[in-house]
């Protein structure tokens, strides 16, 4: 099976919910726009990946909230050379509808209590939940790589959290390991790099905000 060279991953720029939260109160999420500052932030990052893939081609799927669709747009990336689709299953984490900033709040810190994987928003997901439809989007993502003419990049244009939730589907990291780690930053990057070894890995690791328990006696990786 031929395998693409490189998978990379890119979180969209900054938003007007990064920027201020308050505007969950009246706007959906799915239709939050990129701020001036989130703009330059994807033009930056369309620079990086220009020079990355060269005169490559990619397959592209982005996800269908608005600021992906602006941060896809803002790549610039060469339509002759780029297959691009809208991948519903790479939307960010439900957290409901309307938002009672009081409300997101306080599940919020409910939340950090009871571990980002497991904690489900009211009327929304947990990260079980985006794990699971993640994990069915890689198997569709791995059929493609049947294509006698799949592009050898491959680029998901998606959120923080289904990014860290997709390295630890492919990587298989344990939900302690997912726990650990930080979302990478507005417009950032990370790649899964085809080795020799016939294995993906990791072009550079995701923050860590504190060290992980280590698995218990017996665990087989």
């Known amino acids: 099976m031929p395998q693409p060279r490189r998978i990379i991953l890119m979180r969209h720029g900054e938003s007007q919910g990064n920027h201020d939260d308050s505007v969950y109160q009246h706007t959906p999420d799915h239709a939050l726009e990129l701020t001036e500052k989130g703009q330059r932030q994807a033009e930056a990052a369309g620079e990086q990946l220009r020079e990355t893939i060269g005169d490559e081609s990619v ?23 780029t297959r691009a689709r809208e991948e519903p299953r790479l939307r960010e ?9 009081a409300d997101v709040e306080r599940q919020k810190r ?23 439809r993640v994990g069915a989007f890689l198997e569709s993502l791995w059929r493609s790589f049947d294509e006698p003419d799949h592009p050898p990049n491959v ?65 087989c990786a």
């Open 155 to 219: 680029l998901l244009l998606t959120h923080g959290l289904t990014m860290r939730l997709f390295c630890m589907r492919w990587l298989h990291w344990t939900v302690a390991e997912f726990e650990s780690l930080s979302n990478p930053g507005n417009g950032e990057t990370r790649q899964l790099v085809l080795g020799s070894d016939g294995r993906y890995h990791l072009d550079r690791p995701f923050e860590r905000w504190h060290t992980p328990e280590r698995p218990f006696h017996g665990w």
């Open 93 to 101: 984490q439900d957290w409901g509808n309307w938002q009672d900033r």
């Open 59 to 81: 397959s592209a799927y982005v996800s269908p909230y608005r600021r992906t669709h602006q941060t896809f747009r803002a790549l610039a990336l060469d339509p002759t050379r």
């Open 110 to 132: 409910a939340r950090d209590a009871y571990g980002h994987f497991f904690y489900r928003f009211a009327q929304g997901e947990s990260g079980a939940d985006v794990y699971d």
